[in-house]
């Protein structure tokens, strides 16, 4: 069974991208968030992509190792109960990460 997530890449006016995701990120769904990630990338060339992960719940692993492939190239908004789980795996010292308000 899939566990509910959606998942929307977006690009802005002024040529940004951002990637909006809710729900829950796990290994039945990470495929789909981690090819919306890739296609932001690809798409942003060399602009940083914002990823939203104000309406996440829940992500594993798989999730933060899609997040980790683009260090270099993402900022992430998260929900404040994902931050202990970002700062613990070290994402937080490579990439710009601020809970959501």
Request: zero cysteines; proline letters at 5%.
């Amino acid at each position: 069974m899939t566990t509910p997530l959606t998942v929307d890449t977006r690009g802005r006016g002024d040529g940004t991208y951002v990637v909006v995701a809710a729900g829950e990120i796990d290994l039945s769904n990470v495929k789909s968030f981690a090819e919306a990630l890739d296609a932001a990338i690809e798409a942003a060339r060399s602009e940083t992509v914002a990823v939203d992960l104000g309406a996440v719940d829940y992500l594993d692993s798989g999730a933060i190792n899609a997040l980790f492939a683009h260090a270099g190239r993402i900022a992430v908004v998260a929900n404040p109960i994902l931050l202990p789980v970002l700062n613990v795996s070290g994402l937080t010292e490579l990439v710009p990460v601020e809970p959501t308000r």
